[in-house]
């Protein structure tokens, strides 16, 4: 067998960094690099309906070997690409055997450091193998852990006939990062009754809450003139811009100032001339209501700095992108309660939780598949401080195993 480690290393060495600013899909073109070696390796398996569809997306069946005919259809997803926000081309993964807690210095930037203390985890670490990057890009652990680990739990359960289970559905998916992973899954093609995301951080960790998250996008139309004939006519859309972003709280309502259950107003984006600016934001709240709450929050911010401006106007777009996985969770308890057994089943003491952001799993839930995200070890998102432990990568294969079985015991 082919270690998930062995996996991982092979995996991120391919570059499948999405791209926001695209509008092709997938985002990028080198995705599907990654997805047609895994469909090369899912059919050397034997699974031989594994391909790639017209829209960078891999979908494999590993057949049901029960004899029940009732077990829910149980899916494992993870996906292909990278952050847009650290380069992932050239990776370079380290194995640092049996660590021993000192500082991690990285060779290739030697002011990237993993410290105990800076690093959430970091310190339940010691005596594990640590993998990094070299310094210089993120590590693609985010997802390429869970790619590997889902690999590598097919792997084991094609060449593991004792262990009985229904159909097991695997699906990978491209440009999860810019917001567009399950924009073009065909959930009827799928199949599935049930599904697990394998995209989380610690060892243990199942996360059955997500933000609900939306859009904003402000345009500004200033009024342009020539600057030496400008008095008492030019409202620049810049400096309009600029009191926008001036005039959020700078003590709450944002990322760098929240935690738990608080959520954020978030600028990503300005772009335009001093005629026509565009603002984007990411909102972010457990609940809808605390969306609306901070668009209403917004707005009046941006509609108090354009009261000086009374030629200038704007257009405020809002663009709902996913919601709280928990209200369909809710309706399902089964699907946490096996995913619970099956960590206990592999010795850890799983910690339910929610999670700051969102997952595939929250678009999956709203289109049928009810969805929440397991751990698969990874590390520093985002960074080129990325890290996973060997040892977490092996659990998490270990829990996906357990999952199909417990599904079939139960049926």
């Known amino acids: 067998m082919t270690s998930v480690l062995e996996r991982f290393l092979r995996y991120v060495k391919i570059d499948t960094q999405s791209d926001p600013n695209s509008e092709s899909f997938p985002s990028t073109a080198k995705q599907r690099d990654l997805s047609n070696q895994l ?15 017209e829209h960078g997306y891999v979908y494999a069946t590993i057949p049901s070997n029960s004899e029940k005919t009732d077990i829910p259809v149980i899916c494992f997803c993870s996906h292909v690409d990278t952050s ?4 992932g081309a050239y990776v370079k993964p380290i194995v640092h055997d049996n660590w021993d807690g000192s500082d991690i210095v990285l060779p290739d930037d030697t002011t990237q450091v993993l410290r105990i203390g800076e690093l959430h985890d970091l310190d339940q670490q010691i005596g594990n193998d640590i993998v990094t990057a070299s310094g210089t890009t993120l590590l693609g652990a985010d997802n390429k852990a ?16 004792e262990i009985k289970h229904g159909a097991i559905k695997i699906l990978f998916t491209p440009d999860e990062e810019v917001g567009r992973g399950t924009e073009k899954v065909d959930i ?17 960790t199942l996360e059955d809450e997500t933000f609900s998250a939306d859009g904003v996008k402000i345009t500004i139309h200033g009024v342009s003139t020539h600057p030496g004939y400008a008095l008492g006519k030019l409202e620049n859309a810049l400096k ?20 738990g259950k608080e959520g954020f107003i978030h600028p990503t984006q300005i772009e335009g001339i001093q005629e026509k600016v565009t603002l984007g934001f990411i909102i972010r709240d457990f609940t809808v209501a605390g969306l609306q709450e901070k668009e209403a929050k917004l707005k009046e911010i941006a509609e108090n700095v ?12 809002v663009t709902e992108q996913y919601r709280n996985m928990k209200e369909i969770l809710n309706q399902h308890p089964q699907v946490l ?40 070890g990874e590390h520093a998102f985002h960074s080129k401080l990325e890290w996973v432990s060997v040892q977490d ?19």
């Open 337 to 376: 309660e096996n995913a619970l057994l099956a960590m206990k089943k592999a010795g850890l003491n799983p910690l339910q939780r929610s999670i700051r952001g969102g997952t595939d799993g929250s678009r999956l839930s709203f289109m049928g598949l009810p969805c929440p995200n397991i751990f698969a």
């Open 84 to 87: 847009p926000d650290v380069s």
């Open 240 to 259: 309009i811009a600029g009191e926008i972003l001036a005039a959020l709280p700078k003590d709450s309502l944002s990322p760098e100032t929240t935690e």
């Open 39 to 53: 469909v090369v390796e899912l059919q050397e398996l034997g699974i031989e309906d594994a391909h790639l569809d």
């Open 188 to 204: 009827a093609k799928l199949g599935a009754d049930f599904g697990y995301t394998v995209d989380g951080e610690a060892v243990g």
């Open 393 to 411: 990568m092996e659990k998490a294969v270990e829990v996906i195993v357990n999952i199909a079985q417990i599904w079939e015991e139960k049926a």
């Open 146 to 161: 869970g790619v590997a680990e889902i690999m590598a739990a097919a792997e084991y359960l094609v060449t593991h006939p």
């Open 306 to 317: 354009l009261a000086g401006y009374p030629n200038s106007s704007m257009d405020f777009k």
